[in-house]
């Protein structure tokens, strides 16, 4: 047995932590500047990105092209969120996390079964579109998955623009007085209603890149909003709330952990422990790891690693 | 306790009262000779139907209360009471794997299970406050989730089937019932003593406003602590029971899931009433029994109507059997 990871599989299980870390970062920007701004916990957030998935898939069908359905599904999703923030969200800003948290509980309840209703139980089919559909070699003996790359280029592109829009835009500079102090920032004359209903119509249609993005690689099933969603929370509470750098940083961490720890806990046991007890414990510990983080970060530093809130 | 605490002897002088408001006893007693007398009426109507559903909705019940101790009176919003519930029948399938199967061992085991799982995290998480106690309760009945399901020689994601325990007797569903319904009322007149002991008082004024708290002399940590602990073995008791009733468990009794409907039962009921917890999990459980006998996508009108009443009716539906508002 050589001693050592073989290097290609490291860089191999780095790259895939990025693509996940950095569709992960398209949900919690989102997420975090909701929480952020107007103090609300959204569960609803994986709803829409669930209801981006099943839009990308379904308008990929009608339109013939991968790229044309995932672009309307974008739209189509920021403007279900923009209504959703008009319709249900706005009730419950004054509310206290716990009203939020059950109001948004429901309508997970309401988006699951609507779907079901719509589409079926059946998970849905969104092939990779052909000119990504081969591996690249980056290395000799190293070939990737070409659209793997595809979504960590996206993912980066997309961070970029979204540090731009936050630090050198004035929305973005409305955005980041509303996340560090609302009231203050109303009074100085922020619209900072108006300023959200654009943050949550343009966090919908992150949430609707990630789905249609991530659509070839994971089933486009009901569940598959709240088993990300839950990643995105302990994303954006790692990072600080409110704080996109906080979620860009929140994301990776998580995104590199989960799949280290996924893809090198388990051989690290074998060698230390009996096979028996090293295939018990290597995939627990591997997905409790990214838990473990939070609750470390939680205990050494409570407001998260960018604290935002003065 | 470093300081003495000079609201002692009022806090002592305030009596415990049996519920107020009109006609309240006289509702709690026609309850329980209801309740007492239910299994002779369902075996005339429904046969064993009606009578599963109403143990299911008092086992909800019993662990809704446990939450409501922590959620209304603690003010401390724990998104992971499902670790509890599922510890507690966890502990009955496991040991029942093990062989081991009389009830004056598993029933004690399983709620010290729950309630050392409690005091551990809660001993964390108090720690934190608002929202981030909320995610990181989450993040540890996430670990006990995942912890229980890689658990391979305990059903893993496939759950285990959990033969009820020993009592020297067969215990049947009308045993269980009635089981049910005695632990209920017992757990309920501990609570009912709990919240209104100087304990009780000293948590809800902690809840209300903890500088004050603080400033008289209470210190939070342990108060809320031994709530935490404290709901955490009630619930786990209702996790044992729950694993009675079903005679199998699955980590699905684990998941973020289970929590989320324990908050959203508590809700419904009314958060920090003291019927809260046992008029939500009754409600809830009818809501699902009526809108699954109408349709297959029951979760749509369930879903709806509970986000009607969270957005109109913030306090619950307990006020109805309270009699008055708090």
Not at chain 1, 283 to 303: H, K, T
Not at chain 2, 93 to 101: P, S
Request: net charge positive.
């Amino acid at each position: 047995m050589p001693s050592g990871f073989p290097t290609t599989l490291l860089l191999e299980q780095l790259l895939n932590g990025l693509q996940l870390g950095l569709m992960l970062f398209l949900l919690a920007s989102g997420l975090t500047l909701v929480l952020g701004i107007m103090d609300v916990v959204n569960l609803a957030h994986g709803s829409l990105y669930m209801l981006g998935a099943y839009f990308a898939a379904t308008l990929a069908r009608v339109t013939g092209s991968f790229w044309a359905g995932v672009a309307l599904a974008v739209l189509a999703t920021a403007v279900a969120g923009v209504l959703l923030e008009v319709s249900v969200l706005r009730q419950v800003y004054a509310r206290d996390h716990l009203t939020q948290v059950l109001a948004t509980f429901a309508l997970i309840l309401v988006f699951n079964e609507g779907v079901r209703m719509v589409w079926g139980p059946q998970a849905l089919l969104l092939p990779v579109p052909q000119e990504l559909a081969r591996p690249l070699p980056l290395l000799p003996g190293l070939g990737y998955s070409a659209y793997r790359l595809f979504l960590i280029g996206v993912g980066a592109a997309l961070a970029a623009l979204l540090f731009l829009l936050i630090h050198r835009t004035r929305l973005g500079m409305w955005v980041r007085a509303g996340a560090s102090n609302r009231a203050m920032a109303q009074a100085l004359g922020v619209p900072i209603r108006r300023v959200f209903t654009v943050v949550f119509g343009v966090s919908a249609g992150l949430c609707a890149v990630a789905g249609g993005l991530l659509g070839p690689i994971l089933a486009v099933q009901v569940g598959m909003g709240e088993e990300i969603l839950i990643l995105a929370f302990v994303v954006i509470v790692i990072g600080g709330i409110g704080s996109v750098k906080g979620a860009l940083v929140g994301a990776l961490l998580v995104g590199i952990v989960d799949t280290a720890g996924r893809a090198l806990l388990p051989p690290l046991f074998l060698r230390l422990l009996s096979p028996e007890m090293a295939s018990n414990l290597g995939p627990a510990v591997a997905s409790l790891l990214i838990y473990l983080l939070m609750a470390a970060v939680l205990f050494l530093r409570p407001q998260g690693l960018f604290p935002v809130r003065t | 306790m470093r300081t003495r605490p000079f609201l002692v002897p009022e806090a002592r002088r305030i009596p415990v009262t049996m519920p107020q408001g009109v006609g309240v006893g006289v509702r709690l007693a026609a309850a329980g000779i209801l309740l007492v007398g239910f299994p002779v009426l369902a075996e005339a109507f429904g046969g064993r139907f009606y009578l599963n559903l109403v143990t299911r909705a008092m086992i909800l019940g019993l662990a809704c209360s446990g939450l409501n101790l922590v959620l209304g009176y603690g003010g401390l919003v724990s998104f992971g009471h499902a670790t509890y519930f599922g510890l507690g029948a966890y502990t009955v399938a496991v040991l029942a794997r093990e062989g081991v199967r009389a009830a004056w061992v598993v029933w004690p085991a399983g709620i010290l299970v729950a309630a050392f799982a409690a005091l551990l995290i809660g001993a964390m998480c108090l720690r934190t406050r608002g929202l981030h106690f909320i995610m990181i309760t989450l993040a540890f009945a996430q670990m006990v989730y995942y912890g229980m399901v890689s658990l391979k020689q305990y059903g893993g994601q496939d759950g285990l089937r959990a033969p009820r325990t020993d009592f020297g007797f067969p215990l049947g569903d009308v045993a269980l019932y009635y089981l049910t319904l005695l632990l209920l009322a017992a757990c309920l007149g501990i609570l009912w003593r709990v919240v209104h002991a100087r304990f009780g008082r000293a948590l809800q004024a902690i809840r209300d406003n903890e500088a004050r708290a603080v400033a008289v002399g209470f210190s939070p940590y342990p108060f809320q602590l031994v709530a935490f602990v404290l709901s955490g073995a009630l619930t786990g008791l209702g996790g044992i029971l729950m694993a009675h009733h079903a005679q199998y468990v699955s980590p699905a009794m684990l998941s973020w899931q289970q929590s989320g409907a324990f908050l959203l039962m508590v809700i419904l009921g009314g958060v920090g009433r003291f019927w809260g917890g046992v008029v939500g999990a009754a409600a809830m459980v009818a809501l699902e029994e009526v809108f699954h006998a109408a349709t297959i996508h029951w979760q749509l009108p369930l879903g709806l109507v509970l986000l009607v009443v969270v957005l109109l009716a913030p306090r619950g539906l307990a006020g109805l059997v309270e009699g008055r508002p708090r």
